[in-house]
């Protein structure tokens, strides 16, 4: 037989120094028992294994008073098979009662350590020690259940609390055990207790600080998210009242000329055409142009993704002759006059500064008598404008609307300051806007 089975062996393969010889025949590492697994069939393995982990801490979740038997259970058997092992030669009957009722207990603390934690650990450390006191001996079932409740305290409750509770118990532990007991003090009974108590506070309270961690991490984010959703909010109200102030300074401009042309054409239709047909130029031009600035402002209305873009100024007092020259085309007769040199001044107060002159004096076309006076005077840390016309008799206020309410909202955007006063039949208007003469033209 001996013989047969050598017969049936593969023949040995004499291979070079670092070559697996069962490499070299086909099938026999078949035959020394390796196998090799397929890659679907390990990738279905590692699907199924994390799929049964996922379960697993689902239910954990769900059923947290399931687990907690569980894991008393398992704390509790080996005890349980060590104790029915030595049950038949066991000499003292009162230990194995003690025995058993130690287990219920360590059993029933770890399944509620979940609902009262501290009481819990109060009641079962006071019966460990007097199970000490009962039969001389430190039970480690209940020495188990107290670190396991040990750091259930930890990890539910506060630092100070947790170390008085395990410092309290390792202390009691440790004295009843070196008086009641054969313990020393660099026994295994002692060391333990001490070892397994501080680890288990010191890990339960790790855990709860990483909580408490995580806990604060997760509220900061959702600060910072409606921070930024605040933000984004307070950006869109600026930007919907910048465009708000802007179609009012542009439209109601050229409104007011259309309507002082309209009426002036529908004077003179039939005596002067040739004026009539310039009123009527008049009235094309500035209609073009309050359709050109309602397509530029829609154009901004429709770069949502990027507020920046919409609010770079496109008026500054560079353009101020250009809106002189549609003025007196319109009938109105400016006496301009410009006091220190004109220089380069902020985005915001150069369109500022625009805007209260152009609604100042398409204020004083609509409302006055035909003529107005405009000083600008730059001087060093500011620029002053002063604007005045004389008004009809129906007042300087009819009709005006939020026009001198949106001026001092400019004046007030780019730190200046704006007054109106009405004297003598005339209505003036004064703004005052922070200019360095740091910035200056090159």
């Not at 704390?75 to 009162?94: M, Q, Y």
């Not at 430190?138 to 539910?156: D, E, F, H, K």
């Amino acid at each position: 037989m001996a013989f047969v089975h050598a017969a049936q062996r593969p023949p040995a393969v004499v291979t070079p120094f670092g070559r697996n010889t069962t490499d070299a025949v086909p099938g026999l590492a078949a035959y020394h028992g390796r196998t090799t697994r397929a890659p679907w069939l390990t990738a279905y393995v590692s699907g199924v294994e994390l799929t049964v982990v996922r379960q697993a801490r689902t239910a954990a979740r769900r059923y947290p008073q399931l687990l907690d038997a569980l894991l008393g259970c398992a704390l509790v058997s080996p005890i349980v098979l060590a104790a029915t092992a030595a049950a038949p030669h066991h000499p003292r009957p009162s230990v194995a009662t003690t025995g058993v009722f130690a287990v219920v207990l360590a059993f029933l603390a770890v399944a509620g350590r979940r609902l009262w934690p501290l009481p819990i650990l109060v009641v079962t450390g006071v019966a460990a020690l007097g199970y000490i006191v009962v039969t001389r001996v430190q039970q480690p079932v209940l020495v188990m259940a107290l670190v396991v409740l040990t750091y259930t305290v930890a990890a539910r409750t506060d630092r100070r609390t947790t170390w008085l509770a395990a410092g309290t118990l390792a202390v009691s532990l440790c004295t009843a055990g070196l008086l009641l007991t054969a313990s020393s003090w660099w026994g295994p009974n002692i060391i333990g207790v001490l070892a397994s108590l501080g680890m288990a506070a010191s890990i339960g309270d790790a855990t709860r600080s990483r909580r408490a961690y995580v806990v604060e991490v997760e509220e900061r984010a959702r600060r910072a998210e409606r921070s930024r959703e605040e933000e984004v909010h307070r950006r869109v109200v600026e930007e919907r009242m910048r465009i708000a102030r802007e179609l009012h300074d542009v439209v109601s401009h050229h409104i007011a000329v259309i309507n002082v042309q309209a009426g002036a054409a529908g004077h003179v239709l039939d005596r002067q055409p040739q004026a009539a047909r310039s009123a009527l130029e008049h009235i094309r031009r500035a209609s073009d142009t309050v359709l050109r600035e309602l397509s530029s402002v829609v154009a901004v209305l429709r770069q949502a993704d990027d507020l920046d873009l919409s609010t770079e100024p496109v008026r500054g007092l560079a353009r101020l002759p250009e809106l002189l020259d549609a003025l007196h085309a319109a009938g109105l007769t400016i006496e301009h006059r410009q006091h220190g040199d004109a220089r380069n001044l902020p985005a915001v107060v150069d369109l500022a500064a625009y805007r209260i002159v152009q609604e100042a004096l398409t204020n004083a076309h609509k409302h006055g008598t035909g003529t107005a006076r405009l000083r600008i005077a730059y001087l060093a840390e500011n620029i002053h404008i002063e604007i005045s016309n004389p008004v009809a008799s129906t007042g300087p206020g009819a009709g005006i609307g939020y026009g001198i309410v949106g001026m001092r909202e400019r004046a007030a955007t780019a730190g200046g300051t704006l007054t109106t006063e009405a004297a003598q039949g005339r209505f003036v208007l004064r703004a005052a806007l922070p200019a360095p003469a740091e910035v200056r033209s090159p």
